[in-house]
């Protein structure tokens, strides 16, 4: 039987591991150690920022001046109503995308829902149903990273998924390797 020296001991042994075997944030492998983080660190988190400037009413490109419509979509009938862009694809975000869509960690899910959530509360979005982009099958992993994500804002906001109603005609090149420009 075990002394109660030896059982403190023991516990006290596996919290050290605990410790030194706590995950690290993804983004910038600072150690997680507040409570509630989860993946990522909270530091990395808040560096994730809405873009708050200039933009075209349609397909929602980013502008340095105040615009209605940009060049293209002046010129152009687009096939959408409108497209709206959370931030620019750089830094924390980037990151995270890329670690979800192409290491298909999937926990990751959670934060990338919740701009969705915040855009469609944002523009109170009224959509009868959620169409995911199906996922380029070329590219090496199986992982539906949008059809995922679709489900969980079903869960949320109640708008039913519709999924293999759209077809990829064109394929994508993997953005794992892109510029960050
Ligand atoms: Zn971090
Ligand atoms: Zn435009």
Same mark, same amino acid.
């Given at each position: 039987m075990k002394s109660l020296t030896q059982f403190l001991a023991q516990e006290i042994n596996r919290g050290v591991k605990l410790f030194f075997f706590k995950a690290n944030c993804l /983004? =910038?492998?600072?150690? @997680? /150690?507040? $409570?509630? &983080? &989860? @993946? %990522? =660190?909270n530091s990395c988190l808040k560096k994730i920022e809405k873009y708050e400037g200039y933009y075209c009413h349609r397909c929602g490109k980013f502008s340095e001046q105040k615009i209605d419509l940009c060049g293209k979509c002046s010129l152009k009938q687009q096939p959408f109503i409108f497209q709206r862009s #959370?931030?620019?694809?750089?830094g924390v975000l980037r990151k995270i995308l890329l670690l979800y869509k192409? +290491?298909? %960690? &999937?926990?990751l899910k959670k934060y990338l829902t919740s701009i969705y959530k915040s855009m469609i509360e944002e523009f109170r979005l009224r959509a009868d149903f959620l169409m995911p982009m199906? *996922?380029? @099958? +070329? *590219? $090496?992993?199986? #992982?539906?990273h949008l059809g995922l994500i679709a489900e969980q804002l079903q869960m949320i906001t109640g708008i039913s998924v519709l999924d293999d109603l759209l077809i990829k005609q064109k394929k994508t090149p993997q953005q794992a390797g892109l510029s960050e420009k």
């Open positions: /983004v =910038c492998a600072a150690p @997680l /150690v507040y $409570r509630g &983080e &989860e @993946l %990522i =660190c #959370f931030a620019a694809y750089t192409y +290491s298909a %960690i &999937e926990p199906p *996922h380029d @099958l +070329s *590219h $090496r992993n199986n #992982f539906n």
